[in-house]
C-alpha cells in the first residue's frame, strides 16, 4: 500500500504538492484525527484535572483535603462505588439467567426472553426512575393501592432502577460469550455423568469466567457514571455524577465540582484499563469443529425454577415499567387524575425540544461516522508509532462518565480562545467523542474483513493513494459509517449526564427536559417525552438491524447512554 | 445379517425416527451391535449420522424407537445416566483443565478413591502413549495429543459403548492415518463396542467390523467392508465407497445353478457369474465394474472373450498406479493399472483391448433406477 514515491525533477507546485499528500495521506488523517481527539477528549479533562488543583494562588490541595474531610463527599464516593458493586453483581446474575436461558433454555422461552432482556435498550436509562416514581413515589399507584410506607426515593429505588437500566448490558455481553462456548464441552461433562448443576459450577462458569469480568467491568462503569437515575431517584442520598451536577449548577463550584468529577473517573479509568488488559489477554483455544447449534438441555426442575423465577419476574417488571411511562403519558396526573389527556404529548416547549435533539444527533452522528470511519482506517491500516495509543484514546470515550466530559467541556471551552458554550454544535460535539467506540468498532471489523490486497490492486493498476481511498475505501466502509451514524444518533439523542451542563436556556434537549420535567414531579410531560423518544430509537434500531442484515456487518451494542 | 448366532446384540437400536421440524433426519433406523464390534455409520454430509450417534448418546430426543443397551431400554434416560461416552468431533476437552483433571472429571463424579483416580489417569496416560503429560493444559497440545486425550478420556470409566464422531477429521492426513489405526488397535484391544461416525468411506472401510451407509435417513446397505465395495445394492453406495463404471447390459442367458450367464452391452458380449437368484434372462441390469478389476492389453485385433475394444484416450501415471481412460465409442470407462512400470507403455491414441472380470458384480435394473435417480 505505501508504494514509494519517486520524485520526478520536471514536477512542481500543485504536482508536488499533491504527490507529497499521495505518500502521506494516511499519516496526515492520523495527525488530524489525533489533533481532533486531543482536543475534544483528553483536554476537557485535563482541564477538569487542573480545576481540581487550582487554587486562588496557584496549586492547591484544598479541594481534596475538603473532599476526604467531609462526611458528606465520602458518603457520596461510597455510595457510588456500592452502588456499582451491588448493580454489577445483580445485573450480572440476571443478565446470567436470561443468557442461559436463551441459548441452553427450551426453545419456545428463547426468543422471547432474549426481547424482553434486550427492551430497555429501546428507552432512556432514566425511565426505569419515572416508572418506579409512578408505582412507589409519594403518589404512586403502589405505593396508594396497598398503604406501602417504602420511600422509593433513596439508595434503594436507585438500585432497582439502574439494575433494570442495564440487563440488556449485562446480557448481551453474556450472552455472547457463552455463545461461544462449544455446547459439546457442557455435553461432555453431562456424558460423564455430571449433573447440570455440576455442569455450570464445574464447566460452564469457569469458562465464562473472562466473559464474566468483562460484563462486570463494563456495568459497573455505567452504573457508577449513570446519572439520570441518581439525580432522580437519589433524593437526599448523595452519589458523585448528581453531586457533581449540584455542586456546578446549583453552587457554581467548580473547584469541588471538577474534584468530584475526578473521584468519579478515576476507578472508570483503573476499570478501562484492566478491562483493555483482559481483552488482549490470552482467551481458551479449543479446536474448532462444526458449529453446532445447542439444543435445549432437558433441565432439572431445581435448576429450572430459579433461572424461569429470575427471567420471569424481571422480565415481567421492565415490561411493566414501560407500560406504566405509556398510560402516564396519556394521562393528566396518573394515580390522581386519571383522565385521558393529550396535553403532555402536544406540549410546545418539549417538541421544541425533541426537535432540538434530533438536529443535534443528526449534527453529532454525521461527525461521528464520518470521525470513526476515518480513525476506524487509520488504526487498521496505519504504520506508524503510536497508532495502539489513538485506538485506546478513541475506545476510552465509552468508560469516561457524561458528567465529567460536560464538567470538562464546560471548563474547556467557555471562554476564548475556544468559546463554544451556548452554541448548538458543543452539544453535539461531546457526544461524538464519548460515542466514538462504536463507529470506531464497526469500522475496523468492517476493515479487517477485506483484504488488503484489494486496495494494493487498485493502487496496482495505477491509482493514486486518495483515488484508491476514495473510489475503494470509502464504498467499502460505508455500512460501517452508517452503523457509526446510526448509533451515535441513538446515543447522542437519549444521552443526559454531559449535555445537562451544556444547555442553554432557550435551547432545551428533550433528555434534559425530562429531567427537569421529573424533578419538578411533571410525571405526565416526562413520560410523554420518554415515549416520543423511545419511538425514536425504535426507528434507528429498525435501520440499524436492516443495515446489518443486508451488510452482513455484525453491529454491536453498546448498551444505553451514560 | 451377520449376526454369530450365539451372540446376543450389545445394544439395540429400533426403527428410530427423527425429525427437526419438517425436515425428517432419520426415517426409520434399526441396528444391531454385538459386544466388542466397531460398526461405522457412514454417508455423505446431512445423511443424519451425527444426529443418530448423538440420540445414542442422549443428547438429542429421538421422535419415536427405542435403544436397548445389555437388555435395558435408555432411550429415555439422560446423558449423565446412560452408560456411553461420546468423544466429539473438536474433542470438547475442557480447557480450563489440565490433562490429568480431563481425564479424572468422570472418575470424580463416580467418587473414585484419590489414590485409585491417580492409577487410573496413569494407566489412561500409558495406553494412549501420553505418560507424564497429565499436567500439561489442554493447548499446550498437538492435535493428536488432544485427539488422545478425548480417547482416554471416553475410555476413563469403561463405558459399555463408545460413540465416536468423526474423531480423525480434525487431523492432518498423515496424522490421520496414524490414529486411525490407533484407535483400531485399541478398540480391539479393549474389544469394546464402538459406533464410529464418519463421511469418509475409506476411513470407514479401513476400520470397521461393519459399515452402515446411511442416506437421505435410511438405511441404504449394512455390511462388512468387502460385501459394501464388492456387493454395493445400489449404484449409490457403489459409487460412494470408491470411483466405479457402470456398464448396461441385458441377459441373453443365465444358469441357475452356476450363475454363468452371457450378457449383451452396447459394445460386445460378456460372459459372467451372476450371484443372485433374482435374475432372469432378459432383465436389464447394470454391470458395477471396479476401476482395479479391469485389465488393458495394446489391442491385436483377434477376438477374445470378455473383452471389449476401445481407443485410449488418457494415460495419467501417479506413480503407484496408472489412470487409464478408454473411449468405447460414446462412452468412457476408468481403468486403475498397478503396477504400471511392469506394463507396456501406453500412449494416448492406441487401440486397446480391455478385459472384463467374469465375477463382475451385477445390479438389477429396476432397482437401480429407482435409487439412482
Given amino acids: ?18 504527490e507529497f499528500i499521495n505518500a502521506r495521506f494516511i499519516n496526515i488523517l492520523a495527525a488530524f484525527l489525533f489533533l481532533l481527539l486531543a482536543f475534544f477528549l483528553i483536554y476537557p479533562i485535563i482541564a477538569v484535572l487542573i480545576k481540581s488543583f487550582q487554587g486562588p494562588e496557584g496549586f492547591t490541595l484544598s479541594y481534596y483535603k475538603n473532599f476526604f474531610t467531609h462526611a458528606y463527599f465520602f458518603q457520596s464516593l461510597y455510595n457510588t462505588l456500592l452502588l456499582g458493586l451491588i448493580n454489577t453483581v445483580l445485573c450480572l446474575i440476571i443478565g446470567f439467567c436470561f443468557a442461559y436461558m436463551t441459548t441452553r433454555g427450551p426453545m419456545a422461552l428463547r426468543k422471547p426472553l432474549k426481547l424482553i432482556a434486550m427492551v430497555p435498550l429501546i428507552a432512556p436509562p432514566y425511565l426505569f426512575a419515572l416508572s418506579l416514581i409512578i ?6 399507584l403502589i405505593t396508594n393501592a396497598f398503604n406501602v410506607g417504602w420511600e422509593i426515593y433513596g439508595f434503594d429505588g436507585v438500585v432497582i432502577a439502574q439494575t433494570l437500566a442495564f440487563i440488556p448490558l449485562a446480557f448481551l455481553m453474556l450472552e455472547n460469550t457463552i455463545k461461544s462456548l462449544n455446547p459439546n464441552l457442557e455435553e461432555s461433562a453431562y456424558d460423564m455423568g455430571a449433573t447440570e448443576g455440576r455442569i455450570i459450577r464445574t464447566i460452564t462458569i469457569p469458562l465464562l469466567t473472562p466473559g464474566l469480568l468483562k460484563a462486570a ?4 462503569v455505567m452504573t457508577i457514571a449513570e446519572f439520570g437515575n441518581a439525580a432522580v431517584l437519589g433524593g437526599r442520598t448523595p452519589f458523585l455524577a448528581p453531586d457533581t451536577y449540584t455542586m456546578i449548577t446549583g453552587e457554581a463550584d467548580f473547584h469541588m465540582g471538577s474534584v468530584l468529577s475526578i473521584m468519579l473517573i478515576i476507578p472508570c479509568i483503573i476499570i478501562f484499563f484492566v478491562h483493555s488488559y483482559l481483552i488482549s489477554g490470552k482467551k481458551f483455544t479449543t479446536i474448532e469443529g462444526k458449529p453446532i447449534a ?30 406504566v411511562v405509556m398510560v402516564a403519558a396519556f394521562v393528566n396526573i396518573i394515580g390522581v387524575r386519571n383522565e385521558f389527556i393529550l396535553s403532555h404529548m402536544l406540549d410546545f416547549r418539549h417538541n421544541m425540544a425533541i426537535y432540538n435533539s434530533i438536529k443535534v444527533s443528526f449534527i453529532a452522528a454525521l461527525i461521528g461516522g464520518g470521525i470513526g470511519t476515518l480513525l476506524a482506517y487509520v488504526i487498521v491500516r496505519g504504520k506508524f508509532f503510536g497508532r495502539t495509543f489513538i485506538e485506546m484514546v478513541a475506545l476510552s470515550g465509552f468508560a469516561l462518565p457524561g458528567t465529567v466530559i460536560g464538567v470538562g467541556y464546560l471548563l474547556a471551552f467557555s471562554a476564548p480562545p475556544f468559546k463554544l458554550t451556548g452554541g448548538i454544535l458543543i452539544l453535539a460535539l461531546n457526544c461524538v467523542f464519548r460515542f466514538l467506540a462504536v463507529g470506531v468498532e464497526a469500522g475496523i471489523a468492517k476493515l479487517h474483513q477485506i483484504n488488503i490486497e484489494i486496495e494494493e490492486a487498485s493502487s496496482d493498476m495505477g491509482a493514486s493513494f486518495i483515488a484508491t481511498f476514495s473510489r475503494i475505501v470509502l464504498p467499502i466502509m460505508f455500512p460501517a459509517f452508517v452503523a457509526g451514524f446510526i448509533y451515535t444518533f441513538m446515543t447522542t439523542m437519549v444521552s443526559l449526564s454531559a449535555v445537562v451542563f451544556l444547555v442553554s436556556p432557550g ?29 425514536i430509537v425504535i426507528l434507528c434500531m429498525i435501520t440499524l438491524s436492516l443495515l446489518s442484515k443486508f451488510t452482513k456487518l455484525d453491529i454491536e451494542h453498546k448498551g444505553g447512554a451514560a | 445379517m451377520m449376526m454369530d448366532a450365539n451372540q446376543k446384540p450389545m445394544l439395540i437400536i429400533k426403527d428410530i425416527r427423527k425429525a427437526f421440524g419438517a425436515n425428517e433426519v432419520l426415517k426409520g433406523i434399526s441396528i444391531d451391535v454385538k459386544k466388542g464390534e466397531l460398526v461405522t455409520f457412514v454417508g455423505p ?19 419415536s424407537g427405542e435403544i436397548i443397551l445389555e437388555g435395558q431400554s435408555i432411550g429415555h434416560l439422560p446423558p449423565n445416566l446412560r452408560d456411553t461416552r461420546i468423544c466429539f468431533q473438536n474433542y470438547a476437552l475442557f480447557p480450563h483443565l489440565t490433562v490429568a483433571e480431563n481425564l479424572s472429571y468422570g472418575l470424580k463424579i463416580q467418587k473414585w478413591e484419590k489414590a485409585k483416580i491417580k492409577e487410573r489417569v496413569d494407566e489412561l496416560l500409558k495406553l494412549v502413549q501420553l505418560e507424564g503429560m497429565g499436567g500439561r493444559m489442554i493447548d499446550k497440545l498437538s492435535g493428536g495429543q488432544q485427539q488422545r486425550v478425548a480417547f482416554a478420556r471416553a475410555l476413563s470409566v469403561s463405558p459399555k459403548v463408545l460413540l465416536l464422531d468423526e474423531p480423525l477429521s480434525n487431523l492432518d492426513a498423515n496424522l490421520r492415518l496414524l490414529m486411525r489405526d490407533e484407535i483400531r488397535r485399541l478398540q480391539t484391544e479393549l474389544h469394546i463396542t464402538t459406533v464410529f461416525v464418519t ?55 443365465i444358469d441357475t445353478e452356476t450363475g454363468c450367464s452371457t450378457v449383451s452391452t452396447e459394445y460386445g458380449k460378456l460372459k459372467i457369474t451372476i450371484e443372485q437368484d433374482d435374475i432372469k434372462a432378459g432383465d436389464g441390469v447394470v454391470l458395477v465394474i471396479r476401476p482395479e478389476t479391469i485389465s488393458i492389453s495394446l489391442s491385436n485385433e483377434t477376438t477374445k472373450q470378455n473383452v471389449l475394444r476401445g481407443t485410449l484416450t488418457r494415460y495419467m501415471y501417479t506413480g503407484s498406479l496408472a489412470k487409464c481412460s478408454v473411449s468405447l465409442g460414446d462412452r468412457g470407462i476408468i481403468i486403475d493399472l498397478y503396477n504400471p512400470r511392469d506394463r507396456v507403455n501406453f500412449i494416448k491414441g492406441d487401440r486397446v483391448d480391455v478385459t472384463i472380470p467374469r465375477n463382475v458384480h451385477v445390479l438389477k435394473k429396476k432397482v437401480a433406477s429407482k435409487q439412482g435417480e
Fill in chain 1, 1 to 18: 500500500m505505501a508504494r514509494a514515491i519517486t520524485y520526478d525533477s520536471h514536477l512542481y507546485g500543485w504536482g508536488r504538492v499533491k
Fill in chain 1, 135 to 140: 408505582l412507589f413515589g409519594r403518589r404512586g
Fill in chain 1, 217 to 220: 467491568l463494563l456495568v459497573f
Fill in chain 1, 294 to 323: 445447542s439444543e435445549p438441555r432437558k433441565m432439572s426442575l431445581l435448576i429450572k425454577l430459579p433461572f424461569i423465577a429470575v427471567t420471569f419476574i424481571s422480565g415481567f417488571v421492565i415490561l411493566v415499567c414501560f407500560a
Fill in chain 1, 507 to 535: 435551547y432545551e434537549l428533550a433528555a434534559v427536559s425530562i429531567f427537569n420535567a421529573a424533578v419538578y414531579g411533571k410525571i405526565g410531560l416526562a413520560s410523554a417525552t420518554t415515549l416520543k423518544m423511545i419511538v
Fill in chain 2, 45 to 63: 454430509s446431512g445423511c443424519g449420522k451425527t444426529t443418530l450417534l448423538r440420540i445414542i448418546g442422549g443428547f438429542t430426543e429421538h421422535d
Fill in chain 2, 199 to 253: 463421511h469418509d468411506q475409506f476411513e470407514a472401510m479401513a476400520i470397521s467390523d461393519r459399515i452402515v451407509v446411511l442416506s437421505d435417513g435410511i438405511i441404504q446397505q449394512v455390511g462388512s467392508p468387502v460385501g459394501i465395495y464388492d456387493h454395493p445394492v445400489n449404484e449409490f453406495i457403489a459409487n460412494f465407497v470408491g470411483y466405479v463404471n457402470f456398464l448396461e447390459a441385458t441377459i441373453d442367458t
